[in-house]
């Protein structure tokens, strides 16, 4: 059974930092794709970033600079750094497990920047 379960978020005012862990399990990790997405209020889920089985990584426009995604491979644990934090950052942070044609989601994290 496939379990990606993400930790890290919660409540920060602007200008802090949060670090979101997503622990995976019953898939072969390193040789998937992870990546952080993020649904705000009201609006759709969106790509924030991702992280290749080789570490080659890919941001959101909005969020370079600020964010940092990481993985360790022999945790099965993929990482997003945030810092700088603004309050359109506000969303649930999804945690995504990507092997071939499969798709797999965490369960989601709320983060929260108060202005």
């Known amino acids: 059974q496939v379990q990606l379960v993400e930790s890290g978020g919660g409540l920060v005012q602007a200008g802090g930092s949060l670090r979101l862990s997503c622990a995976a399990s019953?898939?072969?990790?390193?040789?998937?794709?992870m990546g952080w997405y993020r649904q705000p209020p009201g609006k759709q889920r969106e790509l924030v970033a991702t992280?290749?089985?080789?570490?080659?990584?890919n941001y959101k426009s909005s969020v370079k600079g600020r964010f940092t995604i990481s993985r360790d491979n022999t945790k099965n644990t993929v990482f997003l750094q945030m810092d700088s934090l603004k309050p359109e950052d506000t969303a649930v942070y999804y945690c995504n497990s990507r092997i071939g044609p499969r798709d797999y989601w965490g369960q989601g994290t709320q983060v929260t920047v108060s202005s």
């Open positions: 992280i290749t089985t080789g570490g080659i990584t």
């Open positions: 019953g898939i072969t990790f390193r040789v998937a794709l």
